[in-house]
């Protein structure tokens, strides 16, 4: 199977070094540092159990120079979804499939609007892992697992997603194809949006946060939030989620931050209209009250708009 990874940051430097490593076709676009440093000596990958790296003929600068390809690993940030989406054109042919893994609950919408008739999966991928360097991902000791299927698709459709739920098992991927994706996306989009939220307006990490019984209540507070607004938008969403969500965080060291952190350290955009802003834009049309994330949101947002040099 020939796959394009679109964006080998964190979450698609990750899994597609593992396709590649387990002999799969996969090609990767990148841009600015990264690409040049992956051009010169290949893309690196470290995580805790093993070591990949891709060569760097196979690291590109665009989609244009990659040609069709049977599955895409959309893994730009949500800010830029649209461009991004414009240029895949020379990805495709009848049966390619885009996987949305992105954060956000709406990347798809905005797929399937600039490129009408092509078939797109959401996406979810749980994963701690962060460009350390130009040319160089690093990942965390945690869950490196992707979920995802069609959104309104066909059994064709479904299909299709447990032959690549197949391909990544094979490639040591955990993949599960959910008979409701709409209601995974959520579920992240709760965790990544109160923790992404928190983690970059305290500057703690997840393990600083859940040792002081304030700053987590805080979390807790914005995720429960984010799940009254999933519920107002008809998503299941368990009584007991946010909790569930602490007994799994348990499990781990929590030594991470967020990819919301890193983008601000760094002085980037920061993908904070997809997470906070939506949860307060869709809590005033529900009338659900979104006090955290209105914080949140209002706090980041000249930051993300700096570096978007849209103010000085």
Known sequence: MRFAVIGAGGVGGYFGARLASSGEDVMFTARGAHLEA????????????????????????????????DTVFFCVKSYDTERAAAALTPLLHASTVIISLQNGIDNEDTLRRVLPG???????????STISRPGEVT???????????????????????????????RAGIPAEVPTDIIAALWRKFIFITGAGGITALTRLTLGEILAVNQTKDLLADAMRETAAVARA?????????????????????????SSLYYDLERGKPLEIEALAGTVVR?????????????????????????NSEIIP
């Not at 990949?52 to 989609?63: A, F, I, K």
């Not at 697992?145 to 391909?167: H, Q, S, Y």
């Open 282 to 306: 869709l809590g005033a049309a529900h009338g659900i009250p979104t006090p955290v994330n209105r914080t949140v949101y209002a706090s980041l947002l000249p930051y993300h708009l700096h």
């Open 118 to 128: 092509s078939t797109v999966f959401g996406g979810v991928a749980y994963i701690y």
């Open 233 to 257: 938008q008809r998503v299941e969403v368990e009584d007991r989620y946010v909790e569930s969500v602490f007994d799994t965080l348990a499990r781990f060291s929590n030594t991470t931050r």
């Open 139 to 169: 990942v965390a000791a945690g869950p490196r697992k992707i979920v995802f299927g069609p959104v309104d698709g066909t059994t064709r459709d479904r299909a299709r997603a447990l032959e690549i739920r197949d391909v990544c098992s």
């Open 38 to 69: 992956m051009q010169h000596g290949g893309l690196h990958v470290i995580a805790p159990d093993t070591t990949l790296h891709v060569s760097p003929g196979r690291c590109m600068g665009s989609p244009a120079e990659i040609g069709p390809v």
